[in-house]
C-alpha cells in the first residue's frame, strides 16, 4: 500500500448534520482524511454517504457541524469557492454535459484557472491518460457509453489541479471490466499524491483498495478503521460483503 506522502490532516469532519426537509440524511458524523490518504465512506443505499460528499462540495449546507481543510473552516461555503481551494467532486451519475464536445467538458473542469497555457498542457495530459477521450473529443458526450462518460468526469475533475478529489459512486452502472479501470485510475491518482475520499457501494473492492474507511448505517458513522480491518470484521462481512 502506498503510504509515502500522507501528512497531517487534510479534511476535518465535525458532527456534521445535513436535512433535506424534516428528513435527517446525516446525524452528526466526524470523520478525518490524512493528506495522500484514498479514505472510503461504505454502507448501504441511503445511508447518508452521498449527502456527506455533497455537503462538501458545497452543493448542499449542512444544518449542524464543521467541515475544516487545511485547517480552514468552508462550512456553507459555495461551490465555487471550495473548488478554488482544491476541492473536485467528481458526482455520482457522471453528469457530464451531453450536448458539449469532450474538449468542451474538459475546459469547463479548468473554469476557474486563468494560466491558458497551462490548461492546455493538462488537457494534452488528459488525452495521454486517457487516449480514449481524444479520439472522441470533437464528439457530443452524451453520444459516449456510460464508462467513457465516467473515464471524462474524472478527467474533467483532475483539469481544476485539485488536491482532494470526492469520488461519488464512480463504478455505478459500468461493466466489470470498466470498474476494474476506473479503481485502477483512483489508485493512480492517490499514488501521484492526491488524496482521495471516495463513497462507493462496491464494499469489497473499496475496503481492498483505501488506507482507512468509515462504515456509514443510517446517517451515523458505525465502525471505522483501515480497509484491512474492516474486510476482516465479521459483522462488516456479514453484512456488506456476503459472509
Known sequence: MH????GGV???????????????????????????????????????KSTTLRALSGLISPTRGTIRYEGQNITGNTPRSILSKGIAHCPEGRHVFPEMTVEENLALGSYLRRASSQVESDMRQMFKRFPILEERKKQPAGLMSGGEQQMLAIARALMSRPRLVLFDEPSLGLAPAIIDRVFDLITEIRNEGMTV??????????????DHAYLIEAGVIKKSGSGKALLEDPQVREAYLGG
Open 10 to 48: 487534510m479534511l476535518e469532519i465535525e458532527n456534521l448534520c445535513c436535512s433535506y426537509g424534516k428528513v435527517n440524511a446525516v446525524k452528526g458524523i466526524s470523520l478525518t482524511v490524512k493528506k495522500g490518504e484514498l479514505v472510503a465512506l461504505v454502507g448501504a443505499n441511503g445511508a447518508g
Open 197 to 210: 475520499l471516495m463513497v462507493e457501494q462496491n464494499a469489497y473492492a473499496a475496503l481492498e483498495m483505501c
Open 3 to 6: 503510504i509515502s506522502g500522507m
